[in-house]
């Protein structure tokens, strides 16, 4: 028999519309409530709601013939959108807030919602408040994506979107600004490596176009790109005399991506770079699995990103396997970031099998209890690519294994920054198994077993540092743990041996110092003052200078300076220099690049002394011999200077031992 029942049409359309929008809104509103910030690929599928619910009020008012559907749909809508820009607003990771607005931006041009120049101008501003370099280039760059993204959609879908004159205008003029601030403060990272990575990140947020720096009766022009290019070409400049290889493979293969996207004419080039790099990567496996995965994984993304998807496949299957044929906790994380890498490059096909077939099977392996529970929870922001479900039961999964253990369990520092990174990466995954992994932590950190001594030395703070920095992202998760790090550290100050507190609070502010500039030198300054006039003052000196680097060259310079100050100070000159040797020493093991420095101190305070002093001291020998390890011409050049001071300083005691073995001889 035939059903009669009716539907409402309107009311269905309605209904569709609705869930399209409030089942990610629920989530972001979860996820805020929960950390503080959220999950940007959650924005993503809200911005698509909104573009796809026009869409469906577009189709009702044509089967309904009402105009009313639309009027009341659209309403709707925008109520929708501006508690959107309230949620977006309440965010408290910069990184996040900035890319939500933008997206936002995006969906608002097919409501069509007036001033949306504005928001892509909060969207901006945001941007400025983001203390890491790196970050903030991404940050910049993906707005950059965005308005490239306005552009096309008012190209190719005129008939959808609407925005008008004065905003258009905002944003070429936000546009313009943006990449040129971008392309300064890529030239202000010192790292060759990074500055490679960066220039593609610019240029693949260009990619549709170079960007707006005027409009002309709405026909877009576009800047030059010799800027980027010059920029890549110094890169590459400097990779040939880098002696790390995967540095060097590493700029080979982006500089050869970003040649293949600047112009046609540089194909050619961008190939021939990245077969050298794919070179680099196969030369490395006979001597370093580790980093030989590593660069192919690279290689393999760049390879998606320029469309050669099969090629990608095999190698982040072989770049994966690779890896894992030495199965430490090292290989396992770089595994998971090529899994993670083939997750971005949209190849989630291949993410899934690199999770399921390699990489689980080897963490559920791992002996450590502690260990497998933290990687298990980190392997969840992976599974998320594939799946939210897939990511949430691995994350609700090891926050309920890692109950079954005990604080005594954990003893060393590697896995408290194990779990901390487990709780960052499993937070938007699965928010309240996030807490539940914190709050083993801040159990061990209230416990009176983590304030005793023997724990205390066993420990390396600076994997407490990294602990804590490992939930930068995650603002709640990062000051509840932080006020617990303060409390521990005032714990331990009161009731440990005290000649312990300047070094740990070094390696803490060491490990911290790439997340939290201003608590990093708030302990360092601590940790200075605490172990001036010890034998510790050396060695948490020269972690103040490793600290300086990842912050400001003119921190870095302030800590040299006074070190030279505290030196200059010492009774004499095997003092000096012997205190100079001490930091030199740290510095060397750290591969920090202020060594070359404290050796010019060092050497400049040798010419300066009297012959006298050089000629009997022995700390200018030992610095000879440290020197060889920096610059071994550099030390044959001062040790020939020191042998021709001595020479010239003993004429008398020469001619002597000469006379005497010369009438020994004749008796």
């Excluded at 203390?131 to 965005?146: H, K, M, P, Q």
């Excluded at 990140?201 to 170079?210: C, P």
Aim: glycine share 4%; charged share 30%.
């Amino acid at each position: 028999m035939k059903c009669k029942k009716k539907i409402n049409l309107r009311d269905l359309l309605q209904r569709i519309i609705r869930q399209l929008i409030q089942r990610n809104l629920n989530i972001i509103e979860d996820q805020l409530n929960q950390l503080g910030t959220y999950d940007i690929a959650i924005w993503e599928g809200l911005t698509r709601g909104f573009v796809r619910s026009m869409n469906l009020i577009r189709l009702g008012t044509k089967l309904l013939k009402k105009n009313s559907f639309a009027q009341q749909a659209q309403r709707v809508l925008l109520r929708y959108f501006e508690k959107c820009l309230e949620i977006a607003d309440k965010g408290e990771n910069p990184n996040q807030k900035a890319r939500a607005l933008a997206k936002l931006a995006r969906a608002g041009i097919f409501l069509p919602y007036p001033s949306v120049g504005n928001i892509f101008r909060k969207a901006t501003d945001e941007i400025y408040n983001i203390s890491d370099i790196l970050d903030r280039i991404r940050a910049g760059s993906y707005i950059l994506f965005e308005i490239s993204r306005i552009y096309y959609f008012r190209e190719r879908k005129k008939d959808e979107i609407v925005i008008g004159d004065d905003d258009l205008k905002i944003i070429e003029n936000l546009g313009r600004r943006i990449y040129e601030e971008i392309l300064t403060w890529i030239d202000l990272i010192p790292d060759v490596a990074e500055k490679a990575k960066s220039l593609v990140i610019l240029s693949e947020s260009i990619r549709d176009f170079t960007t707006i720096v005027s409009s002309n009766e709405k026909r877009v022009q576009w800047i030059d790109t010799n800027e980027a290019e010059i920029l890549a070409n110094e890169s590459l400049k400097a990779s040939e005399i880098l002696d790390d290889p995967y540095e060097k493979g590493i700029i080979k293969a982006y500089v050869g991506y970003l040649y293949g996207s600047l112009a046609p004419d540089l194909r050619e080039s961008s190939q021939m770079l990245i077969n050298q790099a794919l070179e680099i990567a196969f030369s490395l496996a006979r001597e370093n699995l580790k980093l030989a995965g590593k660069l192919l994984g690279e290689i393999a993304y760049i390879k998606a990103l320029m469309g050669n998807e099969d090629e990608a496949e095999v190698l982040f299957n072989e770049a994966c396997l690779l890896t894992l044929k030495c199965p430490e906790i090292e290989n396992v994380l770089v595994a998971l970031n090529i899994a993670e890498l083939s997750g971005k490059a949209r190849l989630v096909r291949v993410t899934g099998e690199l999770l399921e077939d390699y990489i689980l099977p080897i963490i559920h392996s791992i002996n450590d209890d502690v260990r497998h529970i933290a990687l298990k929870a980190i392997a969840s922001d992976v599974a998320a690519w594939v799946d939210s479900g897939w990511g949430a039961r691995l994350a609700e999964s090891a926050s309920e294994e890692i109950w079954s253990l005990d604080p005594l369990d954990v003893f060393d520092g590697e896995q408290v920054y194990l779990l901390a990174l487990g709780a960052a990466k499993s937070a938007f995954a699965s928010p309240s198994a996030s807490w539940r992994i914190l709050d083993f932590i801040i159990s061990g950190l209230r416990s009176d077993l983590w304030a005793n001594t023997l724990f205390i030395k066993a420990i390396t703070f600076e994997w407490f540092g990294k602990a804590l920095g490992a939930l930068k992202d995650i603002p709640y998760l990062y000051n509840t743990l932080r006020d617990e790090f303060i409390a521990y550290f005032t714990k331990i100050k009161t009731s440990s041996n005290q000649r312990f507190i300047p070094v740990a609070l070094a390696e803490f502010a060491s490990g911290l110092a790439n997340a939290d500039v201003t608590l990093s030198q708030t302990l360092l300054e601590e940790a200075i003052k605490g172990a001036q006039g010890t034998n510790l003052e050396t060695y948490v000196f020269a972690k103040a200078i490793m600290i300086a680097e990842k912050i400001s060259s003119a921190l870095n310079e302030h800590y040299l300076s006074e070190i030279l100050k505290v030196a200059e100070n010492k009774l004499s000159l095997d003092e000096t220099v012997d205190y100079l040797n001490d930091i030199l020493r740290t510095l060397i093991k750290s591969r920090s690049r202020s060594k070359r420095k404290i050796a010019k101190f060092i050497v400049d305070i040798i010419t300066d002394s009297k012959e006298s002093e050089i000629t009997n001291s022995k700390a200018v020998k030992r610095f000879i011999k440290i020197l060889r390890k920096i610059d071994s011409s550099w030390a044959n050049e001062i040790d020939a200077m020191v042998r021709e001071v001595r020479r010239e300083n003993s004429p008398r005691k020469y001619k002597t031992e000469c006379f005497k073995r010369y009438r020994e001889k004749e008796i």
